[in-house]
């Protein structure tokens, strides 16, 4: 048979393809069970073994590297004692590969290679992992013996990390550019390519494909078993060989012996879901050219499915071309409970992103049901009228000074109702015809209304609600009607002197109000939008926002993300706030200045209120209360007197930070023996940051910026080595090496 140019060429980029992958098959991944000090040696090295002769050892590492730049890391050889060795000189380093001469100073034997080393720089619970530039120590008259096209005299026969936590094998071990090469030829004319993956094996890497998916090859099908009641996560890597828009995947039922699971059971987490209101979540995803996007997805199995085989389909869709896979699940006839949660290494509780529960608004103590009657929506101690536009027209209190006790004397807030200013450009105030107050929520926990006012030229339409506790959102849609231009928007709280006598926020740290107060918008420098002025058992909380709000990050970390000024309340830096006493009131004014509007433009003055105080004083439970703030034995806790243990992280039944649900049986346990003791338990768990070692990690940092912060990266070593770019480095145990992605 006479064969052509192409198709020879396509027999020996395949015959190469599938050298490569024999000849690298070879290579061991262990685990170093933390016999080396990686603070400075680094968390990687090549276990080589020298078999040959003379004071020239020659090895070439097959490393297959996810960072970028080896060639600026420094490379540490030691003998199998330990011992450092100068003379080194290395050649070709690169992500696939690199050369590396050394002294074979102990003879025939084991040699280690450590080509990540770093040394952990800033404060303990702050490190910044800096990897070591390369060195030159090598005497000359050594290196002058060596000949660089001489065959390797070593053979590597272990790639080791630190520990098995710190492991690239498999997920992190890179194809090299001829396999990836090879792949593509194989599969020309797609415009991606789908490569199923299972729980186990979380996908990592971003612009790189792992080697375990070259010995895979691209596969149609995937097939997993499932007990009975468990939540099945698997994944589907998206390899972009074109920009992508719009990626979703679609289900159809998995058909078994005598039933199925419903496709409605069936979701891409990346793309569907449930938010944390109970409202649809959809999600739009794009794939750069050249880039992995891991779609997670999960099948509800049914605890009443029968045992046996399900068969369905996967179709991932992209810009009007799609790609079938397969589905095979056998479900055993072992049933689990609550979704296999208890099984978290299975990705089970991914099923939470989609929860619903605690979605319902439902009062609970101190608090009461809201009520309504009239204009007026009554709440614990607090009294909430509205005026016919729907803004607050009085705000009332009912706690004592002392705040133990309601009475039934109100303590005004307002000294006139809550309103905006419209001036125009002669510098008259816009006149108003309101549609009145229409209720469309009144439930014992959320309390809603709206209203539209129209004038001339412009349109405000006022969606407000008011919880429980307290608080009051408002969203204030300005729609212009007509080209219109005003001197200010104003919006005006005039408060009762004895409602405001003290501030905090905006600047101020807290006591007396100050005379006067003039504050500007700073958002580059400033997390600050609101305060709170008011008395001991009457006062308001406030803050400014538009449509375009993002909760900005706290503490050192604001400025890697600050608040976003808003459009209407900042106007370019024309906009603040002014708090002028007169004889009756105390006037909050936020103004926004001169601005002009087209027709049809929509601007949104969004705000929120919290009415305090929340609740009385409960005396008896403070003096009652003592809390003890250490993980210890309950008996020794019982013996100081304290009635409530705060556990706090980095310790046995709550190992790592704001993850409190990982040693949930040792939790329990010690819980049930406080209980026992007369002892209560808290659990230390807040939404600030999430431990690397959460085996979630990659399935969420899949979800973009939706969980996790963006960021510059650096920190522990870990993060840099595993996760890679884009996250904030928070806060690090040194104990337990624990650290943590900023949410």
Known sequence: MKLNKQTLNQILIMSFFIFSISLTAQIKYSDGNDSWNPNQLGNHRAVIAFS???????TTIEWRRRDQNPELKKIIVQD?????????????????????????????????????????????????????KPEDKANTEWVSKIKTNTKDNCSVTEIQSVNAFNSFYPMEVIATASETSALLAKNSGNSFLVFPEDKEHSIKLKSDLPQRWIQKGVQNSFSDTAMKGEYLAFQLGVYA??????????????????????????????????????????NTVSVSKGKIQAMWCGIDVPQTATAGTYKGKATVTADGK????????????????????????????????NSTLAQENTVIAPYTPLAVN?????????????????????????????????????????????????VDASGKEVQWKNSGVKFTKKEAGTVSWENTSTSKSVQMDVNASVEFDGFVHYTVKVTALEDVSFNDINFQMSMRPNSAKYMMGLGQKGGDRPATFDWKWDVA?????????????????????????????????????????????????????????????????????????????????????????????????????????KYSPIDSIAKTGATVINIHHANAINPYINYPFIEFKKMKSYIDEAHQKGLKVKIYNTVREVSNKAYETFALRSLGHEIYSPGKGGGFSWLQEHVGDDYIATWFVPEIKDACNRK
């Open 525 to 629: 420098h400033k997390n600050q939008d609101g305060a709170w002025i008011g008395a001991v058992n009457s006062g308001l909380q406030f803050s400014l926002r538009d449509e375009k709000y993002s909760s900005p990050l706290n503490t050192n970390f604001y400025l890697q993300k600050p608040l976003l000024s808003p459009t209407s309340w900042g106007n370019e830096n024309k906009g603040g706030i002014t708090i002028t006493p007169n004889q009756k009131s105390v006037v909050v004014n936020a103004y926004s200045g001169a601005r002009t509007m087209k027709k049809g433009d929509v601007l949104y003055y969004n705000f929120n209120l919290l009415i305090t105080p929340f609740h009385t004083i409960n005396t008896d439970f403070q003096w009652d209360t003592k809390f003890y703030h």
């Open 52 to 58: 040959g002769t003379g004071n020239v050892a020659k």
């Open 241 to 282: 060989l074109e920009d992508l828009k719009n990626v979703k995947v679609t289900f159809t039922n998995l058909v078994g012996p005598t039933g199925s699971i419903d496709a409605k059971d069936i979701n891409c987490i990346n793309t569907d879901g449930t938010r944390y209101d109970g409202s649809p979540f959809t």
């Open 80 to 132: 199998a004692s330990g011992k450092d060795i100068q003379n080194i000189k290395t050649e070709n380093i690169n992500r696939e590969n690199g050369t590396i001469f050394f002294e074979p100073i102990s003879g025939k034997g084991t040699y280690y290679v450590y080509y990540m080393p770093y040394v952990d720089e800033g404060t303990a619970n702050y490190p910044k992992g800096i990897y070591q």
């Open 322 to 353: 799609s790609k079938e896979i397969e589905l095979q699940i056998t479900v055993s006839n072992e049933v689990t409970k609550n979704g296999g949660i208890d099984s978290p290494e299975k990705m089970t509780r991914l099923k939470w992103l």
């Open 374 to 422: 009239n204009s007026e929506i009554s709440l614990l101690g607090r009294k909430l009228t509205l005026a016919p536009n729907g803004f607050p027209a009085q705000i009332q209190t009912y706690f004592t000074p002392e705040m133990t006790s309601v009475t039934t004397k109100a303590n005004d807030i307002l000294s006139s109702p809550i309103d905006f200013h419209f």
